[in-house]
Every structure is written in C-alpha cells, then in structure tokens.
C-alpha cells in the first residue's frame, strides 16, 4: 500500500488548470490509473541522490553536441524499422527515454510509484488534456521536432479532420509520419525541418497550432531562428511544452541536481527571457506560463509557455 496518491486537486496543480475545465476524456483516464506512490525519504533518498551527483560526475546521460544529430538518426530509425516491420504497431513508436518501473520528481521531491508504467500514464493523461484545450478546431496542427510520432498519431486520432505535419531534423522520424499516413490512412504529412536553418516553404494557414514537445530543449540557447521563422509564419498558437531552466530553484537540492543536469547536457537556456523580450517589443502575446511539477530523476519536461504572434 502506497502512503500517497495523486488526487484530482493535485493534477488541477500539474496541468495548471481549473478543475471545470478539464475535458471528460481526460478526467476518465486520470480514473484508470493507480496513482499510488511513496516519497523517497531518509536512507533510500541518501542512496538515491547518491547516484545521482555520480550519473552527473559521469555524464551517464546523452548530452547535445551543437548540430550533431546522428544520435536521433540512429535511434528514431531502430523505431521506424520496428514500426514497418510491425506494419503500424503503435507501441514501436515508444520513445526509449521514458522507463518503467523508475522514481519520479514531483511537486520538487522524488517519490516512488506504485504503478510500474506510472510516467507513461501521465503521459497520456497530458496529452489529453493538452491536445483537447488547445488542439481542437486548428485548421493545421505542426509539431516541431516530433520525434517517433507519439504526439502526432494521439493528435491524428483524436482529430481526424484535421492536418497534422510532423517535422523533425532526422529523416527517419519524417517517414514514419509519412508511414502513419500510408499505413493507417491517417491526415498526417512528414519533413524534414531544421530549428537551426528553418524552411520558410513550409505552408502555415492563419488558424495553426504549433507544437513542440520536449524539443526545443535540444537548441540550448539557439532559439532565435526558430522564433523568427514563426513571427514570420503567424500561426494562431504556440504551444512549448519544455523544461524550462529558470524555473528550477536552485535553493531545492532536487531542483539543484536537475539544473546540474540540465547544465551539463548542454539543454535550452534564456527561452523565457527571448519571449519576454519580444512581448515587450509588442510582437508577441504570452499567454500562460507554467511550470509543471513533473517529471523524471534529473529532468522535469512538461512545463508549458503558450503564446501567440501578434
Ligand atoms: C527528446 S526528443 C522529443 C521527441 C518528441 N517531441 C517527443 O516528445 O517524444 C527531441 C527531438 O528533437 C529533435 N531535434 C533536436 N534538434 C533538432 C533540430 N536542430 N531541428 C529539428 N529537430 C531537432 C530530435 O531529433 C528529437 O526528435
């Protein structure tokens, strides 16, 4: 038996949204979940911690090499081959990184769950809740940097009338979009997109929505091309879900080691203050910014900054 249990308050707290306004669905998923966990505490958090400032000495992590993108070649190929070969498996779309069975950061503590697949549930339970509060009645969906696809076939699936582009600097990932097209019949469409050398060709109606997702995380402090780029694009709605470095409190040794981490990997700095910038210089709206108290050991990549170009 597990002493805690995420209640529906606590993912009003995550989400950052008010109770009323969480979609049905979502509220039915969050009910198939055991949400059970136990905080890491005393010896085992010692032990815990431990490891961790040595997984940090060690670097036992991927850490982004400026324009290097053969690691994400390799690994969103292992997947396209498992997608293929399994003529459309969604579960070969599974990103590696999130691991069963691990303790999880929450509300800046580490905590252990029941539920053995605890990260990935929550996951879906996000993307409900995501997807349906700001996705609907986009003319056009984009998701910078998407990876294996998991956001784009849920969004695909959830709104079959409309277009969904996934983009991604790795090649493999574009085909498995564009595989989720021909094997599932889905309004999906993949390309190959570069945050670093952005493609104006890409074609954007006034009422898109732009996903990234975990994404730009991967630019350190090079974001300027990409936010000029959809200054220029116009689209309705920008929606980042990233971990966001200047949120992280570094009086909070969980929050300490993250951004020691964070550092280390060589992860996306001064996003908030380049956006800050341009609301000022009138370009742009924020329209929510929140940090989202979840996350795994060393990383906590669901908070959200929601803006729209002016
Ligand atoms: C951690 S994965 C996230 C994938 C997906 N959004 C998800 O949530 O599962 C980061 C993604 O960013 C992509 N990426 C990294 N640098 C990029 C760049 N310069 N341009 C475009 N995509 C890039 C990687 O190829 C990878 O697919």
Same mark, same amino acid.
């Given at each position: 038996?597990?002493?805690?249990?995420? @209640?529906?308050?606590?993912?009003?707290?995550?989400?950052?949204?008010? =109770?009323?306004?969480?979609?049905?669905?979502?509220?039915?998923?969050i009910?198939?979940?055991?949400?059970?966990?136990?905080?890491?505490?005393?010896?085992?958090?010692?032990?815990?911690?431990?490891?961790?400032l040595?997984?940090?000495?060690?670097?036992?992590?991927?850490?982004? *090499?400026?324009?290097?993108?053969?690691?994400?070649?390799? !690994?969103?190929?292992e997947?396209?081959?498992?997608?293929?070969?399994?003529?459309?498996?969604? $579960?070969?779309?599974?990103?590696?990184?999130?691991?069963p $069975?691990?303790?999880?950061?929450?509300?800046?503590?580490?905590?252990?769950? *029941?539920?053995?697949?605890? @990260?990935?549930?929550?996951?879906?339970?996000?993307?409900?809740?995501?997807?349906?509060?700001?996705?609907?009645?986009?003319?056009?969906?984009? =998701?910078f940097?998407? !990876?294996?696809?998991?956001?784009?076939?849920?969004?695909?699936?959830?709104?079959?009338?409309?277009?969904?582009?996934?983009?991604?600097?790795? @090649?493999?990932?574009?085909?498995?979009?564009?595989?989720?097209?021909?094997?599932?019949?889905?309004?999906? =469409? !993949?390309? *190959?997109?570069?945050?670093?050398?952005?493609?104006?060709?890409?074609?954007?109606?006034? $009422?898109?929505?732009?996903?990234?997702?975990?994404?730009?995380?991967?630019i350190?402090?090079?974001h300027?091309?990409?936010?000029?780029?959809?200054?220029?694009?116009?689209?309705?709605?920008?929606?980042?879900?990233?971990?966001?470095r =200047?949120?992280?409190?570094?009086?909070?040794?969980?929050?300490?080691?993250?951004?020691?981490?964070?550092?280390?990997? $060589?992860?996306? *700095?001064?996003?908030?203050?380049?956006?800050?910038?341009?609301?000022?210089?009138g370009?742009? @709206?924020?329209?929510?910014e929140?940090?989202?108290?979840?996350?795994?050991?060393?990383?906590?990549?669901?908070?959200?900054?929601?803006?729209?170009?002016?």
């Amino acid at each position: 038996m597990s002493t805690h249990t995420l @209640e529906l308050s606590d993912f009003v707290r995550l989400l950052g949204s008010p =109770e009323l306004a969480i979609p049905p669905s979502c509220l039915a998923l969050i009910k198939q979940t055991d949400w059970g966990y136990d905080w890491v505490d005393g010896q085992p958090l010692d032990d815990l911690v431990t490891s961790l400032l040595e997984r940090i000495r060690r670097k036992e992590f991927s850490i982004v *090499v400026h324009g290097d993108k053969t690691r994400w070649v390799r !690994g969103w190929g292992e997947n396209l081959d498992d997608f293929v070969a399994s003529k459309g498996d969604l $579960n070969a779309l599974a990103p590696k990184y999130v691991r069963p $069975n691990m303790p999880v950061r929450l509300f800046r503590r580490l905590a252990q769950p *029941v539920e053995p697949n605890f @990260e990935q549930c929550w996951r879906r339970v996000y993307q409900e809740w995501l997807f349906r509060t700001y996705f609907a009645d986009r003319e056009r969906i984009f =998701e910078f940097g998407c !990876g294996s696809g998991v956001h784009v076939s849920v969004l695909a699936e959830m709104f079959p009338q409309t277009k969904v582009v996934g983009l991604d600097w790795a @090649e493999p990932s574009a085909e498995i979009i564009n595989n989720m097209h021909r094997m599932h019949g889905w309004n999906t =469409e !993949g390309r *190959v997109f570069d945050f670093f050398h952005p493609d104006y060709s890409v074609d954007m109606p006034a $009422n898109s929505v732009v996903l990234t997702f975990a994404a730009l995380e991967q630019i350190a402090d090079k974001h300027g091309p990409f936010l000029e780029f959809l200054l220029a694009k116009k689209p309705k709605l920008c929606v980042f879900i990233e971990p966001i470095r =200047e949120w992280y409190d570094p009086a909070n040794f969980v929050d300490h080691l993250a951004m020691r981490a964070h550092d280390t990997r $060589n992860f996306l *700095v001064g996003l908030t203050g380049a956006l800050h910038k341009l609301q000022s210089q009138g370009k742009i @709206e924020i329209l929510k910014e929140h940090r989202v108290e979840f996350g795994s050991l060393l990383h906590e990549g669901y908070s959200q900054i929601i803006w729209r170009p002016l």
